[in-house]
């Protein structure tokens, strides 16, 4: 189906929208500080005796400027700054090396190495504690930064732009809805579709069974048909059917409107559930052991600029033992255990 725009990719996509709404306010005066929700027009018609004597005004919705770009930002869980073949990792993720190639690669990209702080920044632009998501969900306490109840005004990047004249969605794992609010019960206003977010297709919590999902469209949960039966279908895949519908209903019905589609999969965090034929994929990749897979990661990062050429490989932290001082049981369970997440990323990005 054509399109009249092209997808742009993570941080670079946001630098476009952020320009492109500098350059419509250039154009057209504005306020210093704009404040959202915009106020509501003026009436500009006129309100007579009869309808003869009257004329009505439409209030002019929202559009996005001209030339707006569409945003799919992809973030995956629990892969790490050497994973990836982009990053130099030894897991072959040609999708990612696609996008590399054609845009930009950061390595100075810092989270808090917890779920909930590092997509409650990554969707407002503020510090997690300033989202009052210092932990996870579940482990909020009643201290200011930790409750896990992130304030209004820490507006996220769909709300701005839905705001702004953008469609909206959200695929696959949240982790950002307080604990005691995750109940058909409510409330729903920290759920994506209250945070601007216009549709929402995923589960909430940390993780879940990719083959058996708990599932919820909105704030409703649904039962997937295809996982239903003997063969049923990898999550990864179902909310990649969802958001590519999604994304061609955008450009059927509404082809001069931008999206924003933010696509993020609970692969490769626990449990990594990656199919069978991708494990077979990866038998006897990772046999040489973690100090040895450190070694090479290291040099392809260094050959590919990722890293300087004169950077030092850390030690081994004390607290992971030499692989050669395992025993065969051990070596094996814990290759066969990297296959498995090796595969489940690989999967993830076809």
Known sequence: MKTTR?????????????????VQAQQTPTPAQE????????????IGRTVKESK???????????????????????????????FGGPIATPTLERLAQNGLRYNQFHTTALCSPTRAALITGRNHHSNATGVIME???GYPGYNSLMSKSSGTIAEVLKQNGYSTSWYGKNHNVPDWHTSQAGPFDLWPTGLGFEYFYGFLGGDTDQWHSA?????????????????????????????????????????????????????AHAPHHGPKE??????????????KVREETFARQKKLGIIPANTKLTARPKEIPAWDSLNANQTRLYARMMEVYAAALAHADY
């Open 6 to 22: 092209t997808p742009v990719l993570l941080a670079a996509a946001l630098v476009g929208v952020l320009a492109c709404t500098t």
């Open 35 to 46: 404040v959202l929700p915009r106020p509501d027009p003026a009436f500009r018609g006129k």
């Open 56 to 86: 009505p005004d439409f209030p002019k919705e929202v559009q996005a400027p001209k030339g707006a770009p569409n945003v799919l930002l992809i973030m995956t869980d629990d892969v790490g700054f050497g994973a990836s073949s982009p």
């Open 139 to 141: 482990m909020g306490t």
């Open 215 to 267: 599932i919820f469209e909105g704030t409703k949960p649904v039962e997937a048909e295809e996982q239903l039966g003997k063969n049923p279908k990898h999550f990864d895949e179902l909310m990649a059917d969802k958001a590519i519908a999604w994304i061609r209903l955008q450009n059927s019905m509404a082809p001069d409107k931008p999206f924003f589609a933010y696509y993020t999969t609970g692969t």
């Open 278 to 291: 991708w494990i077979a994929k990866f038998k006897g990749q990772f046999d040489q052991g973690w100090d």
